[in-house]
């Protein structure tokens, strides 16, 4: 089990990775992207939830940081470029709007 962040330094790293991994997610479960690891979607949702009551919120580039360290440095930019894209076609106005699809039991 994982512990909770206890800084707010842990916590905007907490927050960041959970978006990124949000973004990801949604793009793997378009097809976009091979299949690179288990996302714990409700974690996810769970630490941005409580981090937005403390004030702490996703920064501005927290979803092209995650993935420029999650996948090499030849697909960083190609993998950010169709998370853009996927997410302008998607019509979700943000990436919190994407969780109900990410939830539903034939993704999950």
């Known amino acids: 089990m994982s512990a909770d962040p206890r ?33 714990d979607v409700s974690r996810c949702c769970e630490i941005l939830d409580r981090a937005e009551r403390s004030g702490i919120v996703p920064s501005v580039d927290a979803i092209q940081h995650f993935i420029a360290e999650t ?23 943000d990436l919190a709007s994407i969780v109900p699809f990410l939830t539903e039991e034939r993704f999950a």
């Open 7 to 39: 800084t707010s330094e842990e916590w905007q790293l907490a927050v960041d990775a959970a978006q990124g991994c949000l973004a990801l997610e949604f793009i793997r479960v378009l097809g976009f992207i091979e299949e690179a690891g288990t996302v």
């Open 71 to 93: 996948t090499s440095e030849i697909e960083t930019e190609r993998v950010y470029r169709v998370f853009l894209k996927a997410h302008e076609m998607s019509g979700h106005p």
